[in-house]
């Protein structure tokens, strides 16, 4: 139980830090969920490689890339198999009009 409370600051930041990177990457904004992942997972590495070492910190940025570059791409597929993220700018040219008939 000791070692969970010892890492809990670290692995919190870490994951909320990927969450808040994985929210700025499908709802941007002002870049401030963006600004603060990274943050939140620097932070996380730093108290990794104060705790376990430069190699397990080094080691942990790469799974947050990698968890971050896949939940990205996973997301964007879905969003695009479902037809949820479509806007007036990805319009066919057919839907353009339509869209403008139905004024």
Known sequence: MEMILENLPMALCVLLGMGLILVEVF?????????????????????AAMHFGTLTAIALL????????????????????????RTTTSLSPQEETTAGDAR
């Open 27 to 47: 709802l941007p904004g002002f870049g401030l969920p963006g600004i603060s992942g990274i943050a939140l997972v620097g932070v996380g590495t730093i108290m």
């Open 62 to 85: 790469l799974g947050v890339f990698a968890g971050v570059g896949g939940g990205g791409s996973r997301g964007a597929r879905v969003l695009g198999e479902g037809g949820r993220g």
